[in-house]
Nanobody, 123 residues
């Protein structure tokens, strides 16, 4: 499975930005998907994940209520809509796919990773 994330950019605090991740080369519709991020000087952390069907999702406490995740299995894409952005949301955002049956908030349970897209939130 190859993943490509895009949609990053510069946005002011309080603004919104949508990220997308396009998958190819595999069975996208059966795979749980996740978004992670890595801020400068910090370890990569979990942001959100969605089940293979799109019916269930989980979020990090830091983004709950501000971010939503969705997927379109017909188009092999997963999206992360980010609202009420804060400067601390600044990071490189990565999408990931898992060969496991259920979604996860743990990096080691994801098998394929996109190249990352930079989100910068100015204060």
């Amino acid at each position: 499975v190859q993943l490509q994330a895009f949609g990053g950019g510069l946005v002011q605090a309080g603004g919104s930005l949508g990220l997308s991740c396009a998958a190819s080369g595999g069975t996208f519709s059966s795979r749980p998907m996740g978004w992670f991020r890595q801020a400068p000087g910090k370890e990569r952390e979990f942001v959100a994940a969605i089940s293979w069907s799109g019916g269930t999702s989980i979020f990090a406490d830091s983004v709950k209520g501000r971010f939503t995740i969705s997927r379109d299995n017909a188009k092999s894409t997963v999206n992360l809509q980010m609202n009420s952005l804060k400067p601390e949301d600044t990071a490189v955002y990565y999408c990931a796919a898992s060969r496991r049956a259920t979604m996860s908030r743990y990096e080691y349970e994801y098998d394929w990773w996109g190249q990352g897209t930079l989100v910068t939130v100015s204060s």
